[in-house]
């Protein structure tokens, strides 16, 4: 639509195809370009310490890693996302009436069955790249580090007698990314309706960035202390429980 026909309190539902691939492309573009931060976070939250884990070197090791998964992983996200959008919409309109129906529920959901979906694929992608990360396992490639960690019997893993270690703290990781997005979607696409209005027409690409950049950072916050003990289990270095602080 243009500025002159948009309606800037109305949000825009995206194609399920459209959606796949522009966040399978915007993942996969995230994911490397600030890959040597999250290196260095990976490595301050790592229990050996941040020097041992391997300070400031190497920070692009295991960017092979980030790149095979990110693409799917954004993808099913966002394609998930877009797609229940509309449909738990319809359901709240249904059963509660449209002036009853809550915007923010409907992020909520959308984002939280977007993020289960997504981990199937983002848990053993952050598994095998933590530990290229950190240097856990002493492996100098990425199938050598993916080998490891099908080989690893961890019963606490999720489908540990096919995946061996490479679902370790899928449950923290849901544990993670539900708070996450139920805090993050919400304060995005609301900043996004906002802004529209104020200005009268659709938000740009880069508001529409700056938009997710602030929420994205408030939902850090606020989720960090079970990113650390999602990292911590992943490298699996707990072996009786988690018992970090």
């Given at each position: 639509?243009?500025?002159?026909?948009?309606?800037?309190?109305?949000?825009r539902?995206?194609p399920?195809?459209?959606?796949?691939?522009?966040?399978?492309?915007?993942?996969?573009?995230?994911?490397?370009a600030?890959?040597?931060?999250?290196t260095?976070?990976?490595?301050?939250?790592?229990?050996?310490?941040?020097?041992?884990?391997?300070?400031?070197?190497?920070?692009?090791r295991?960017i092979m890693?980030?790149?095979?998964?990110?693409?799917?992983?954004?993808?099913?996200?966002?394609g998930?996302?877009?797609?229940?959008?509309?449909?738990?919409?319809?359901?709240?309109?249904?059963?509660?009436?449209?002036?009853?129906?809550?915007?923010?529920?409907?992020?909520?959901?959308?984002?939280?069955?977007?993020?289960a979906?997504?981990?199937?694929?983002?848990?053993?992608?952050?598994?095998?790249?933590?530990?290229?990360?950190?240097?856990?396992?002493?492996?100098?490639?990425?199938?050598?580090?993916?080998?490891?960690?099908?080989?690893?019997?961890?019963?606490?893993?999720?489908?540990?007698?096919?995946?061996?270690?490479?679902y370790r703290?899928y449950?923290?990781?849901?544990?993670?990314?539900?708070p996450?997005?139920?805090?993050q979607?919400?304060?995005?696409?609301?900043?996004?309706?906002?802004?529209?209005?104020v200005?009268?027409?659709?938000?740009?690409?880069?508001?529409?960035?700056?938009?997710?950049?602030?929420?994205?950072?408030?939902?850090?916050?606020?989720?960090?202390?079970?990113d650390?003990?999602?990292?911590?289990?992943?490298?699996?270095?707990?072996?009786?429980?988690?018992?970090?602080?």
């Amino acid at each position: 639509l243009s500025p002159t026909t948009m309606a800037p309190d109305k949000e825009r539902h995206t194609p399920f195809l459209t959606s796949l691939v522009a966040g399978g492309m915007a993942g996969t573009t995230v994911d490397l370009a600030l890959f040597p931060i999250d290196t260095l976070k990976t490595r301050l939250q790592s229990p050996q310490g941040f020097v041992a884990a391997g300070g400031f070197r190497g920070v692009y090791r295991g960017i092979m890693a980030a790149a095979a998964g990110s693409s799917p992983g954004a993808a099913l996200f966002f394609g998930t996302y877009e797609t229940m959008k509309p449909v738990i919409a319809n359901l709240q309109n249904t059963y509660r009436g449209e002036e009853a129906s809550s915007p923010a529920l409907t992020h909520m959901i959308a984002a939280s069955i977007g993020e289960a979906a997504a981990c199937l694929v983002r848990v053993p992608t952050e598994v095998v790249k933590s530990k290229m990360q950190t240097n856990a396992t002493g492996a100098s490639s990425l199938s050598e580090t993916f080998k490891l960690v099908v080989s690893e019997k961890d019963g606490r893993a999720f489908g540990s007698k096919i995946f061996g270690g490479l679902y370790r703290g899928y449950g923290i990781t849901l544990m993670r990314e539900v708070p996450f997005a139920f805090i993050q979607f919400p304060l995005y696409e609301r900043l996004k309706v906002e802004w529209a209005k104020v200005q009268g027409y659709e938000t740009s690409p880069l508001q529409a960035a700056t938009c997710g950049s602030f929420s994205g950072g408030v939902a850090a916050a606020f989720t960090t202390p079970l990113d650390v003990v999602k990292t911590r289990l992943m490298l699996g270095s707990d072996k009786n429980g988690v018992k970090y602080h």
